[in-house]
């Protein structure tokens, strides 16, 4: 009996110096062991033996990239504006060792040195810059704060800003700018709309008078044309008429024939004349029609006798 009780003793002891002994690190795990206090080894990933009551495995770190929120803290910017930050920030332990013992905690320490990284950026600019230049701000605060995490073994991937929020009274205030940049940019629309349309109604009327002075020239132009060519006609009419006349009165008869066409034209156009009106002006010599005719006569023998002569 007391055999079976020191070979179970025996078991149970080499139980615990054997899992004790054999360590299996999990992939992408690295594990600091120290012995008797001091550091010894890291344990990479897969099968690992230590001694027993002599080595420990003081530190576990995860190797792979961790996001850690960036508490919200208050900004004061260059025109002294204060604004609430926040963001994340991505890390990664490359180096175990320093992780162990560069900083008691680099995780806070990285997060801490973030804070007061983003407190310094935002002071160098003024409220709209910070607003709008995100991305500057996250390379800064990023660059900065590898640069120091060098040393505790820590990687900063990247930074990203969650949320930059100002006052409300600064808030207020930039909807109401908002709303009156809008409503500017309305009215400058607006006016340059009726500007272009009042320039397009006078080029329209300009272009209407244009074409009517244009069509009246035109109607004028024609009109004149068509009277020119009215008395050239009549004229033309006339004087073959005058021709005709010329020519019936140098055949046999033709002298008496225009004597009594003359006679008669006079007499008609004398009692036209008394019908028109009830007032009559009437020549002295009414009465010597005869000498009326004669003259006439004579005016158009003197005219042949001319032609005659031109024509010889």
Avoid at 19 to 27: E, M, S, W
Avoid at 107 to 118: E, H, K, Y
Avoid at 122 to 134: E, F, P, Q, T, Y
Avoid at 274 to 281: D, E, F, I, R
Wanted: overall charge neutral; some cysteine.
């Amino acid at each position: 009996m007391s055999s079976l009780i020191v070979v179970l003793i025996v078991v149970v002891a080499a139980f615990f110096i054997l899992r004790t002994t054999i360590r299996v690190v999990p992939q992408q795990r690295a594990w600091v062991v120290e012995r008797l206090g001091k550091y010894h080894a890291v344990l990479e990933p897969g099968l690992n033996f230590i001694i027993p009551f002599l080595d420990r495995i003081a530190f576990r770190f995860d190797m792979r990239e961790v996001p850690m929120e960036v508490p919200a803290q208050v900004c004061i910017s260059l025109d002294n504006t204060t604004m609430t930050v926040d963001g994340v920030l991505y890390l990664q332990i490359t180096d175990s060792v320093k992780a162990a013992y560069g900083s008691s905690n680099p995780f806070t320490s990285v997060i801490q040195l973030a804070q007061t990284t983003m407190r310094s950026e935002i002071g160098k600019l003024h409220l709209d810059a910070a607003l709008s230049s995100r991305q500057l701000l996250n390379t800064a605060v990023a660059a900065s704060v590898d640069e120091a995490a060098i040393n505790w073994g820590v990687k900063v991937l990247r930074y990203e800003i969650k949320d930059i929020t100002p006052p409300q009274e600064i808030i207020r205030a930039m909807e109401l700018q908002i709303t009156a940049e809008r409503e500017k940019r309305a009215l400058i629309a607006k006016s340059e709309g009726q500007r272009q349309q009042q320039i397009n109604t006078s080029e329209g009327q300009r272009q209407q008078d244009i074409n009517v002075a244009d069509g009246r020239k035109q109607a004028e132009v024609l009109r004149a044309q068509g009277e020119a060519a009215a008395i050239q006609l009549v004229a033309e009419a006339t004087a073959a008429a005058i021709r005709v006349i010329g020519d019936a009165a140098q055949a046999p008869g033709g002298i008496e024939a225009l004597q009594m066409q003359l006679a008669k034209d006079y007499i008609e156009k004398w009692g036209n004349l008394a019908k028109a009106g009830t007032s009559l002006v009437i020549p002295a010599d009414l009465g010597n029609i005869g000498a009326l005719v004669g003259t006439a006569l004579s005016m158009v023998k003197q005219s042949s006798g001319q032609d005659r002569a031109a024509k010889a």
